[in-house]
């Protein structure tokens, strides 16, 4: 029950797929099931009578299918994978001077980034030096689980992009992308792996495989966007950290307006600490509909995506008519969704509408995670934006990632007009690392300015 429970709370990570493998002593129990139209408790819950055993690993994907169970060399083992792999087909390729390895494709034709990491796994004399040997091979990131008959051995990412934080309770230990899952199922904060850190978990505690490594380059957007709210990494919960972000958004801004809210459900803690910090009064003049929309996440169709954004967001006419509104939202990726909901604004007679996002602008697309990533670099509202004022792609997008640069006050501004706000700030970098507080030098930034 704690591996079920424990995974459904990491349903806002993921649409595509769900599942679960518990070790019943003698093999795995293993389920996989689409989770595209309904949530991950109801597609499992039925099946849990049949459920024997006291070890156990989950996961909801927006990718591949998985745990995946294998049997090897190595002996049976269930095995989990958060990360993206960019080289997974050279990687694939290499394998291949070895006769007997092969990879299942999936309906699209691709290979399933986990099975790949099992044959790196595979290929070694122990757990260990493959979980080792994967953290060597992989480009982009690769944080996994990996479930025996014997215990879990949990191998954070080399470059620490995502968590894993053991949790414990008397007579169980866990191990957790969310350290939200805790509390609910009794468990309380144990330890954090370091990056590239791997442990064993076994009934008898914590096994130290391979020390953490020096350098860390953990993803911004987990505090900024998609890391849930009642969840701490690196020390920083994450709804401290957006009423931070939100107060020193507030401090640098002078616009007059009637009401701060939040874009629901990640932009809302930004918003609250905008509020807190300006003293204007914090409203809802949106509510979403949970009953029947109560994802996080979206479908993958991107014109379906849409549709979902605009129908579970309802207004609140008496709130928005003649009012001066300011909303906080976690980023700007396309603005395809925040230009439709400013439209609906408008109609409903609100005054002026303007837009507070809580990161800098989106200039590049991830290549570490999937989870942040966009479609095409050239869908990102500042991409086209700037396309827009140079004619084509500059040489260097240097001075668009500079508050202090006219073109970037040229993109805000071109951005603004494209997607009709009144009024558009972004939150400057430096404001943003040190509402994370962590160290400015183990947090990644890629996305806002190229730099790794």
Same mark, same amino acid.
């Given at each position: ?23 019943? *002593? ?6 996989? #099931?689409?989770?595209? $139209?309904?949530?991950?408790?109801? =597609? ?5 009578? /049949? ?12 990718? &591949? ?37 092969? %990879? ?34 992989? &480009? ?19 470059? *620490? ?15 957790? %992308? ?21 442990? #064993? ?8 495989? @391979? ?17 849930? !709210? ?48 300006? =003293? ?28 979902? @954004? ?10 928005? @008519? ?26 409903? $007679? ?10 800098? !602008?989106?200039? %590049?697309?991830?290549?570490?995670? $999937? ?19 140079? *004619? ?49 030098? =183990? ?7 190229? /730099?790794?």
């Amino acid at each position: 029950m704690d591996v079920y429970f424990g995974t459904d709370y990491h349903s806002h990570l993921g649409t595509s797929r769900g599942g679960m493998a518990v070790w019943s *002593g003698n093999g795995f129990n293993s389920l996989i #099931h689409n989770i595209e $139209n309904t949530q991950f408790r109801a =597609k499992f819950e039925s099946e849990l009578p /049949k459920i024997r055993g006291n070890m156990g690993i989950g996961c909801i994907s927006d990718t &591949e299918p998985q745990p995946l169970t294998v049997r090897s060399r190595l002996g049976q083992y269930a095995i989990s994978t958060v990360g993206k792999i960019n080289n997974l087909y050279e990687i694939a390729d290499k394998t291949f001077t070895s006769r007997n390895i092969h %990879f299942l494709e999936t309906s699209k034709g691709t290979i399933n980034p986990t099975e790949l990491v099992s044959v790196i796994i595979d290929q070694e004399s122990s757990f260990k030096d493959g979980l080792l040997k994967a953290q060597e091979l992989i &480009e982009g990131s690769c944080s996994i689980l990996l479930l025996t008959p014997q215990g879990i051995y949990a191998s954070r990412d080399r470059l *620490g992009r995502t968590p894993l934080i053991v949790g414990k309770k008397e007579g169980s230990y866990c191990v957790s %992308f969310e350290s939200c899952t805790f509390t609910n199922l009794g468990y309380s904060f144990e330890y954090e792996l370091g990056p590239g850190e791997i442990i #064993h978990l076994t009934p008898d505690g914590i096994e130290k495989i @391979a020390p953490p490594r020096d350098k860390m380059k953990i993803c911004a957007f987990l505090w900024v966007y998609y890391g849930y !709210p009642s969840s701490t990494y690196e020390g920083m919960n994450v709804e401290v950290m957006r009423y931070r972000n939100g107060a020193a958004m507030a401090k640098n801004d002078n616009v007059e307006i009637d009401m701060v809210a939040g874009i629901p459900d990640s932009g809302t803690g930004h918003a609250i600490g905008y509020s807190n910090q300006s =003293k204007v009064p914090y409203g809802r003049p949106f509510i979403k509909y949970t009953p029947t929309w109560a994802r996080s996440f979206m479908p993958q169709d991107q014109g379906i995506r849409n549709l979902v @954004a605009k129908m579970k967001l309802m207004p609140v006419p008496e709130l928005v @008519a003649d009012k001066r509104l300011l909303f906080c939202d976690d980023s700007i990726v396309r603005g395809t969704q925040l230009r439709e909901t400013v439209d609906l604004l408008y109609k409903c $007679n609100a005054s002026e509408v303007h837009i507070r996002s809580a990161c800098p !602008p989106l200039v %590049f697309g991830c290549k570490y995670l $999937n989870f942040s990533t966009s479609r095409s670099e050239m869908d990102l509202a500042a991409r086209q934006a700037i396309i827009e004022l140079e *004619g084509k792609e500059p040489e260097s997008f240097d001075e668009y990632c500079d508050p202090t640069k006219e073109k970037y006050n040229c993109m805000v501004n071109c951005i603004s007009k494209r997607l009709n706000f009144s009024g558009l700030k972004y939150q400057n970098l430096h404001d943003m690392l040190d509402a994370i507080g962590i160290g400015k030098d =183990k947090i990644c930034t890629y996305c806002w300015n190229g /730099k790794e």
